[in-house]
């Protein structure tokens, strides 16, 4: 099984902050990575899809990057409406794996 | 618009079954994979399988094999997911969502399993 690590677990910003989240996969995935926002008490919605394509509907301040192993969410102006859960996903082979998940809360 | 309708909450007992639906709507129910994840309380996602509408063909993740059954009714746009022999540990929000990438999900169903 492929494995998926999120860094950091948590993290608090301010309003306006630019904001970077990591994935590692465990083995190449080449461009098969997605995430995912989950707020609390709803079900996670489409971000990112193939690493870097940004989903109809959401705020262009939402970025993805990478390719392989290594792979970035950045939000590039945090907002309050982003307090969420943040999750990356591998599509690439099964079983599917998410990481751990990146709390976001607002300073 | 394209959306997924998920069955209600239930209850059930250690040992027991439960089949939860998800309804599609909107879109070619055959035309995309639907995949089952569930989120214990408190937890992170957890993928469990998929099915393809058009033929029925699932794939299951090993910690789920022997236990899981996903099935459809393509007469009225359902896919189910049976979940066998149920343990305190089951206990947790069970979702669909549609297309390998996740992109709309349904309302998920709580599964409570308790004595």
């Known amino acids: 099984d492929i494995q998926m690590t999120q860094s950091p677990s948590s993290l608090s910003a301010s309003v306006g902050d630019r904001v970077t989240i990591t994935c590692r996969a465990s083995?190449?995935?080449?461009?098969?990575l997605n995430w995912y926002q989950q707020k609390p008490g709803k079900a996670p919605k489409l971000l990112i899809y193939?690493?870097?394509s940004l989903q109809s509907g959401i705020p262009s301040r939402f970025s993805g990057s990478g390719s392989g192993t290594d792979f970035t969410l950045t939000i590039s102006s945090l907002q309050p409406g982003d307090l969420a859960t943040y999750y990356c996903?591998?599509?690439?082979?099964?079983?599917?794996?998410f990481g751990q998940g990146t709390k976001v809360e607002i300073k | 618009q394209v959306q997924l309708v998920q069955s209600g909450a239930e209850v059930k007992m250690p040992g027991a079954s439960v089949k939860v639906s998800c309804k599609a709507s909107?879109?070619?129910?055959?035309?995309?994979?639907l995949h089952w994840v569930r989120q214990a309380p408190g937890q992170g996602l957890e993928w469990m399988g998929w099915?393809?509408?058009?033929?029925?063909?699932?794939n299951y993740a090993q910690n789920f094999q022997g236990r899981v059954t996903m099935t459809r009714d393509t007469s009225i746009n359902t896919a189910y997911m049976d979940l066998s022999r149920l343990r305190s540990d089951d206990t947790a929000v069970y979702y669909c969502?549609?297309?390998?990438?996740?992109?709309?999900w349904g309302q998920g169903t709580t599964v409570t399993v308790s004595s």
């Open positions: 083995q190449s995935i080449s461009s098969y």
């Open positions: 996903q591998q599509s690439y082979s099964t079983p599917r794996t």
């Open positions: 969502a549609r297309n390998d990438i996740l992109d709309v």
């Open positions: 193939a690493a870097s």
């Open positions: 099915i393809n509408p058009n033929d029925g063909v699932t």
């Open positions: 909107g879109y070619t129910f055959t035309g995309y994979y």
